[in-house]
């Protein structure tokens, strides 16, 4: 790729913030999705049980055109698993950046990234549990009742080092844990009961991934 390509991938895509210092993500939404998704390429998903999934990613220092090609990337292979949010070590990368394409329960659709995100403590007045199911790429054909808050802030970085916060609701509130979670070693069925546990992985056992997956050794 000639330097000029590459230059203008880094500083495309800089999002505006609403009044409270929170990213637009909803502006353009598809559009962005669709150049991330194009320029990249798609990669099989690492399931549970593959160790970059079970440790905290390493911190993004470096804000440059691998980023870029990592992020366009991450677009690519969450729509060919037809997934709403990906993190990077979904696809054996470990680097603490996670994407997202994603509906909020109003049926807004939200597109952006987030380097290094760190979930924002919520007062009590917030914290309005959803025990809604939820499912994940790496543990595919599973699902699982979990509670969560149905509110969610997450500060970080965009792909450009810009200091980021990201808001949602309902399920989108849902996906920014849930990827938040993966970067630091979790899995959604880390948090479940030893027995709602045990019944995932029976259901990951039993299913057949629709997508292209990554064999444990």
Not at 106 to 132: I, K, M, W, Y
């Amino acid at each position: 790729m000639a330097q000029q390509e590459t230059d203008q991938r880094i500083g495309e895509g800089v999002l505006a913030t609403d009044q409270d210092g929170f990213v637009v993500d909803t502006a353009d939404a598809e559009a962005r999705e669709t150049a991330h998704r194009e320029r990249g390429t798609s990669r099989p998903i690492t399931v549970v049980g593959n160790p970059v999934l079970h440790k905290e990613c390493r911190t993004v220092t470096e804000f440059d055109g691998a980023l870029a090609t990592l992020i366009d990337d991450m677009f690519a292979s969450q729509r060919t698993a037809e997934g709403v949010g990906l993190a990077a070590n979904q696809i054996g990368v470990d680097a603490k950046v996670f994407v997202y394409d994603c509906q909020d329960d109003e049926g807004v659709r939200h597109v952006g990234a987030v380097c290094n995100p760190v979930l924002a403590e919520l007062p009590p007045e917030l914290r309005h549990l959803d025990d809604s199911n939820e499912g994940c790429l790496s543990v595919p054909t599973a699902y699982a009742a979990l509670a969560r808050p149905d509110y969610a802030e997450v500060r970080g970085q965009d792909a450009h080092g810009n200091d980021i916060k990201v808001r949602g609701t309902g399920y989108f509130a849902r996906c920014l844990q849930h990827e938040t979670d993966h970067l630091y070693g979790y899995l959604y069925i880390d948090r479940l009961s030893k027995r709602d546990r045990k019944d995932a992985l029976k259901q990951m056992a039993e299913g057949t991934p629709r997508y292209e997956t990554v064999p444990n050794a």
